[in-house]
């Protein structure tokens, strides 16, 4: 099983950095068109570090195989309780158990700082992304249709939720 920690913004951006620019440039899983420098990925890196978590997976070399992080949903305060998260395994380190090893642990930081649900978008299809977020409780709570366009087609994101706490109802403490 890969190592799980922290990211490091001295030594990980980079990695992350690559990981990421694979799928803006070969795939439709982001909707950005252009892959950020390493400023802007330290930038992103480090908001997430700061707020919520991002933490990295290693495989036995110590290469870094796989990312996962929450961040704001919106800016608006009353969201505030709610987190995105997202994934990402480098090519070729897919159905390993990477997505998983990496989730468990940051829905547990994010439960532990005062976050009550988390939220998950994906570009439809991707069999993998929502059976690794069904398998770990997150429940489809809708589509946007013809959301995004690239490579040459309208693409859809569907969306999922994950209860963060046992007490959905009740009242938020604030966040650490």
């Known amino acids: ?98 997505g998983r090893a990496l989730y468990d642990p940051l829905l547990g930081r994010l439960r532990q700082r005062g976050y009550r649900t988390a939220v998950a978008g994906m570009t439809l299809p991707n069999p993998g992304s929502q059976g690794l977020h069904a398998s770990l409780g997150f429940s489809v709570i809708g589509t946007f249709r013809r959301a995004g366009w690239k490579h040459g087609a309208w693409r859809d994101t569907g969306w999922m939720e994950l209860s963060l706490v046992d007490d959905p109802d009740g009242p938020p403490a604030e966040l650490t």
Do not use: K, N, Q
Request: aromatic share 10%; net charge negative.
């Open 1 to 98: 099983m890969p190592l799980v920690r922290a990211a490091d913004l001295d030594r990980d951006v980079e990695p992350c950095r690559a990981i990421y620019a694979h799928y803006v440039e070969h795939t439709v899983v982001s909707f950005e068109t252009e892959a950020p420098s390493a400023a802007e990925m330290r930038e992103r890196m480090a908001a997430a570090v700061r707020s919520h978590a991002w933490l990295v997976a290693e495989d036995d070399g110590g290469e870094v195989v796989g990312y996962a992080y929450g961040a704001p949903h919106r800016a608006r305060a009353a969201y505030r309780f709610l987190t995105e998260v997202s994934v990402y395994v480098a090519p070729g380190h897919e159905r390993r158990g990477l």
